[in-house]
């Protein structure tokens, strides 16, 4: 059972905006910085953000990222049929010793 | 180009030891600013951490497969490995390698294991049988 929380799924036009929330607590997301992965049907989950909002090399600024407490915010704009997939975020917590991850969004394109 | 390949049997009895190994082509297992860690996702599920290892030994593991998970790393061939005794049908699932980013307070000499994992292996997928 994950300590992060996600919705299930967040749904949008092409061209529109997304937001995913990971909620946490004050042993991971509260005290360590937040990464964020993307993983497309059939592959391998991708790098998409770290340090809360800093994008890896090639990874395009219609993605972004924020951190405000214990929560830490995705979004995604100009919403493409490429970029459905399951997000994940993820962090270390102190308390478990233990990398977490995220329950996990699927973005849907309508 | 650094490159992380999974391999090892797709197919494992029940009750029998699951074994994986990561190569790593294009860098080092030596590097000082990384852990290496195995992550896996059962099917239709999301992701599962499994442990991180440093190149020195220094290893962390997910409380849950801790008594289970043995992961080592071997500097002279760049590969580092998994052993997962015990498994039942619940531990079919893809099993990824990634490259887990280190970091070191300034008072500590100590690399811990960091926030991100920045490098996957495209994973490969275990079946229990029974």
């Known amino acids: 059972q994950s300590v992060l929380t996600q919705p299930p799924s967040v749904s949008a036009a092409p061209g529109q905006k997304v937001t995913i929330s990971c909620s946490g607590s004050s042993s991971n997301i509260g005290n360590n910085y937040v990464s964020w992965y993307q993983q497309l049907p059939g592959t391998a989950p991708k790098f998409l953000i770290y340090?809360?909002?800093k994008r890896p090399s090639g990874i395009p600024d219609r993605f972004s990222g924020s951190k405000s407490g214990t929560s830490a915010t995705l979004g995604i704009t100009g919403l493409q049929t490429g970029d459905e997939a399951d997000y994940y975020c993820g962090t270390w917590d102190n308390s478990l010793s233990a990398y977490v991850f995220g329950t996990g969004t699927k973005v849907t394109v309508l | 180009q650094l490159q992380l390949q999974e391999s090892g049997p797709g197919l494992v009895k029940a009750s029998e030891t699951l074994s994986l190994i990561c190569t790593v082509a294009?860098?080092?297992?030596?590097?000082?600013?990384?852990?290496w860690g195995w992550i896996r996702q059962s099917p239709g599920k999301g992701l599962e951490w499994i442990g991180s290892?440093?190149?020195?030994?220094?290893?962390y593991y997910s409380s849950s497969l801790k008594s289970r998970a043995t992961m080592s790393v071997d500097t002279s061939k760049n590969q580092f490995s998994l052993r997962l005794s015990s498994v039942t049908a619940a531990d079919t699932a893809v099993y990824y390698c990634?490259?887990?980013?280190?970091?070191?307070?300034?008072?500590?000499?100590?690399?811990?294991?960091?926030?991100?994992?920045?490098?996957w292996g495209q994973g490969t997928r275990v079946t229990v049988s029974s």
């Open positions: 294009g860098g080092s297992t030596s590097s000082t600013t990384f852990y």
């Open positions: 340090d809360n909002n």
């Open positions: 990634a490259r887990h980013g280190a970091l070191r307070y300034s008072d500590s000499p100590v690399w811990r294991p960091g926030n991100w994992f920045d490098l």
């Open positions: 290892m440093y190149y020195s030994g220094s290893s």
